[in-house]
């Protein structure tokens, strides 16, 4: 092949085959050469097989034996998030219908603040969302939001879910003070006009809460914006999960909000 003439099969064959394929052939055939010993029939056999094996992109390289096949699934598809729930120390009980007995009050340009977030995030239509900072401790009647923040940076946003990032990298970003901005919950949004906290939305708060028990936290507020009817814009959702010693509930909280976008 060096030679540089070809003969019209061995053009067609490199056409067919490609290049590097094509130079594997050849030299499969000059190996060929060394089995004269073996018959027609066995000679083209083992040509045919490694003609098939080029043509599949396996180069030179045996192949072994064929993987055997995959183990069957032993469980239905449906069952993996079942599967994959993980196992808390703690148990939170949703009251979706329960009487609001808790009042969230939310300073000026709160709700401003998530609409802007919100209205950001919504041409990826993906789920956003932040933290929800308080000058002051949430107590067991409610409590004060002045500051809802945008996402962290290293925020995570999915079609029907959203991972917050990092607090510590959105106090850093906006200079607030641990001292005087204490974390008193979270918001993030739904795609959908259900409200209603999934599983994994409550764990994340139950979760907040439990690892913080030693520090008299006993509440923790989030809010769930939805896109709201009728072409009134965003609708705020509030929600409280409050308990102690791994035993939590979440329930509606009631928002009151002074510039009237909340309520
Ligand atoms: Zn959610």
Redesign the pocket.
């Known amino acids: 092949m060096s030679s540089g003439v070809i003969s019209a099969t061995d053009y067609f064959e490199r056409r067919r085959l490609g290049p590097l394929a094509f130079e594997a052939l050849v030299r499969e055939r000059e190996q060929a050469r060394s089995r004269s010993h073996l018959s027609l029939d066995e000679e083209l056999a083992i040509r045919t097989a490694r003609v098939e094996e080029l043509r599949r992109g396996v180069l030179w390289r045996n192949p072994g034996p064929p993987a055997p096949p995959p183990p069957a699934k032993t469980e239905p598809a449906w069952s993996r998030t079942a599967k994959k729930k993980p196992t808390y120390p703690w148990t939170v009980t949703l009251k979706r219908n329960a009487r609001p007995g808790f009042e969230v009050h939310l300073s000026e340009g709160v709700c401003r603040s998530m609409i802007d977030s919100f209205s950001a995030a919504a041409p990826y239509r993906v ?1 956003t969302g932040g933290f929800l900072f308080g000058n002051q401790p949430l107590n067991s009647f409610g409590g004060s939001v002045c500051h809802a923040s945008h996402p962290a940076p290293n925020a995570k946003h999915g079609s ?3 991972s917050l990032g990092s607090e510590a990298a959105i106090r850093d970003e906006l200079g607030l003070d641990q001292e005087y901005f204490r974390r008193v919950g979270c918001w ?3 795609p959908t006009e259900d409200p ?3 599983t ?2 409550m764990d994340a708060w139950a979760q907040y809460l439990w690892a913080r028990a030693g520090e008299r936290h006993f509440e923790y507020v989030a809010i ?1 914006v939805t896109p709201g009817s009728g072409g009134l814009g965003p609708e705020f959702h509030g929600w409280v999960t409050h308990g102690a010693r791994g035993r939590f509930v979440c329930e509606p909280a009631a928002l009151s909000d002074r510039s009237g976008y909340c309520s």
């Open positions: 789920e029907t879910t959203v993030h949004s739904h209603t906290p999934s994994a939305d769930i």
